[in-house]
């Protein structure tokens, strides 16, 4: 059974906050109780684009947006960015990129704990 609640900053399904600016939910096959959400790690750059677009880092026409096109960044790749990849990418506003990379932290995070809830479930 799917539980769903409202926390301060989301809602919370399964014990998964989810926030404005999530990736779009995707099926990964038949799901048994709800929408399965694929791993960020599965992402195409058009979902780590659309993640950005809607995301609280800026506009649809945002540099993050415009860069992650530009490199053909998929979700593997938005794992492993780093300060300095996103110097090199022509990132240049401290914030903005400060701002990404807590994204991302949160993105590792949801990713992790969804892969024990499924640890769990299979126990």
Do not use: Y
């Amino acid at each position: 059974m799917e539980a769903r609640h409202k926390n301060g900053f989301g809602v919370v399904q399964n014990g998964l906050e989810e926030r404005p600016g999530d990736p779009p939910a995707t099926e990964t096959g038949p799901a048994a109780e709800g929408d399965t959400r694929r791993p960020v790690a599965q992402w195409s750059v058009v979902d780590v684009c659309a993640w950005l677009g809607r995301g609280p880092l800026g506009p649809p026409d945002s540099p993050l947006l415009e860069a992650a096109h530009r490199h053909a960044i998929s979700g593997k790749a938005l794992l492993r960015l780093t300060e300095e990849t996103l110097e090199r990418m022509g990132i240049a506003p401290k914030t903005l990129c400060q701002a990404l990379l807590r994204e991302i932290c949160h993105l590792r995070l949801q990713q992790e704990m969804e892969e024990l809830l499924d640890i769990m479930d299979n126990e």
